[in-house]
Each structure stands twice: as C-alpha cells, then as structure tokens.
C-alpha cells in the first residue's frame, strides 16, 4: 500500500489529533500509515481525558497506523531540541520512504516540512488548524511569523485549510498560492449528537443543576483564547433579567481558578457550575439551551459544529473561521470578539426569543451534517490521490438539506 507519513506535535484530544486518528483509521485499507507524534505533555490532559485518548489511539492502531513517539518534538520553542527533531526525522523519512509527508500544526509543519525536503520526499502536504492572527502575538513577532510562513509554504505541495475565512487569511498573510490552497472542512464526529437521547431531568439532578434552570454552557479549554471571562462578564447584565440562569462551564484550563475567584467576587458563585473534563458531552450537551463561544481567534471550532448538531442555538464571536459556521441569524448569533456586552445582548436576544432560538437550533442541525468527518476523509483521499495519480475511494455519502427557515428580528443583534 502506499504509504503516509504523518507528524504531528503531539497526541490529545485536541482537534488537531483526532482529524488525524479519523482519516488514518478510515483510510487504513487503503494507505499504510504512520504518525510520528510528541508527547503531548503540554496539553495537561485530565486523567479521563487521557483514558479516552488511550482508547482511540488504541483502536486505531488495531487498524495496522503505526505510531512513533518522538518526545524531543514539542510545541514550545526549543532550539537544540528542533534541531535535533529535525535530524531525526530527515532519517526516519529516508528510511521510510513515505509517498507523502502530511504535517499538523505549526512546529510539526516546520520541521517536518524541512526535513522532508531534505529527504527528497515527493509530495509534502500542511494542515495548519489556525493561522497567527487575531491578537495572539504583537505585530513585531507577527510580522517574523509570517515571513516565515511565507519560506515554509514554497515547499509544499498542498497546503489545507478548514474554512474559507482561513483560506483567505493564508493567501493574504503568508502568500500562499491560491492552487495550492485545498479546503477540507473539519471532520467531526457529529453521529453521538445527532442521535444523544437523554433524561434532561435526571442529568442535572446528577449534577446538581436545578430543574428549571436555564442553562447557558460553555465546553473547551478554559484558556485565555477561548474567552471564558468574557462570557462570565456578560452573564453580569443577563442575570438581573433571567436570575434562573446557570452558567455550565465544562472543561479544564489555566483560568479556572481566576474564573472561579471573578465568580466568588461577583457574588454568582451559586449561578456558575465547573463540571470539568467529561467523557460525557453529546448528553450533556442535551440539556443546555444556548450554547456560547466567544473566543478571540479560531480557524475552525469542532465544539461549535456538535453544539449545532444537537440542536443548541449559538451564541460566537465573528471571528476567524467561525462565520463559516455559524450563520448570523439563521444558525446562531454572531457577535463583536471581545465585547461582553455584545455578547449579553445576543443571549438576552435569544432568551427573549424562544421559537426563533429553535429555528435556529434545529437549522443548524440540518447545517452540521456537511461537517461530518467521512466528508473530510473522503476529501483528504481525494487530495492524495490527485497528488499520487491514483483513484479515489468512491464516496457513497448522500445527505440532504432541508429548506432553511431564517429567523426573524435579529437586526438588533451586532457582529
């Protein structure tokens, strides 16, 4: 079988991981797969978090991917330790002899990229999951970024990106070519949402919410780019109007404590629930009402195609790839990134809006479904197979998509 080698800086349950998992497991019939993996020990992953991950890997492994760890290989900038991933992996590839070299993330992409060069390897394919936009760097180091990704990207073959708003951000910012430019949408496994039947009552009784609440929910990382202050900020000028509010934060991070303190200090301690890491989210997903993602810089967010896909209304920042998901008005709200306020007076909007919110809840059902992940591996085998001159796996998907019905009244509501 042809054979694939993927790198990537490390394995968690991180977007970037589990794409790759999804295609290697799905196309193991057909490429002889490897993946050359850090790590991980900068996700600081929850010891569920971990047995989850130790199930897929596992799983994916039965499917004959090979796995090779490389723990010099670390997100971090690590001079002698890159230079030396990156001798280490020229050898591997050589060794190897891969038809494709397909990289993860920016540090795995550089020096995978580098090194395969120097191995002469025939094609070499990115996946970035972002771009160094939106506030993560001053415009000094932003500038060395991008000078840098402009060298990077003149050696590969492929270079993909997950929305069009990344996709225009790529050949705006790093010149990318636009024909090398392939956009594969995210896969997520949306199937688990799409079909979570629960006892709402009986879940929050086990988890301590009250009955009639109205739960207003947040699951990711609890990092400073995901915004999970603001959202506790906007909560501010939601409670006086709705005080059976609950904010369900579900998810570990850096900032838990100083949102648990901020809680304590407003005095809302009793209104905000830390359920953690959970194996658990298509149900818990069940139960909430609006679900909220204000982060600051995404290219594309897996959680906000299952919340979609569970029939939640969303409330998201306008920023990076998000419009691409979520359509003003139809599909959710979209808000000014940063603005707490904006962000109340979209909650509020759909609070005051009941029937609108389920229009938009069950159109974004209809809407998650081209996210699904057998899309995004029968698009990656295409790419292969355009690039290697073989033929594709015959896709046997068919969906439909029922007639949107937008949502009236949301000129109030700025993005």
Known sequence: MTKILHIITGLDMGAPTQNTLLACYHLSDKYDSLIVHGLGRE???ADLEKQALDQRVAKV?????KFIPLPALVSRTAPLKDIWTTGYLWRLIRNANPAIVHTHTSKAGILGCLAAKLAGVGYIV?????????????RLTFQFFAVRERIINSCRDRLITQTEGECNDTIERSGCRPDKI????????IDPYLSAEVDGAQLKRSLGLPSGSILIGFVGGLRPRKAPLHLLQAMGDVWPQHPEAILVYVGKGELEADLRAEAVRRGVSDRVVFLGWRDDIPEVMQILDIFVW???????SSVLVEAMASGKPVVASRAGGIPDLVQHGET???????DAGALAEGLLWLLAHPEEAKIMGQQGKA???QFHYREMVAKIDALYCELLQIDPFRSQLTFSYPPRTT????????G
Request: glycine share 12%.
């Open 43 to 45: 996700s600081k992953m």
């Open 332 to 338: 959710g709200l979209l808000v000014t990134p940063g």
């Open 367 to 369: 809407f998650s479904i």
């Open 126 to 138: 990115h996946t970035p999951y972002g771009h160094v936009s939106g506030g993560h760097f001053n």
């Open 61 to 65: 492994r039965a499917q004959g991917v």
């Open 407 to 414: 949502a009236r009244n949301v000129d109030s509501i700025h």
């Open 182 to 189: 392939e956009m594969i949408p995210r896969g997520v496994d």
């Open 294 to 300: 204000p982060s600051s810089n995404e290219s594309m």
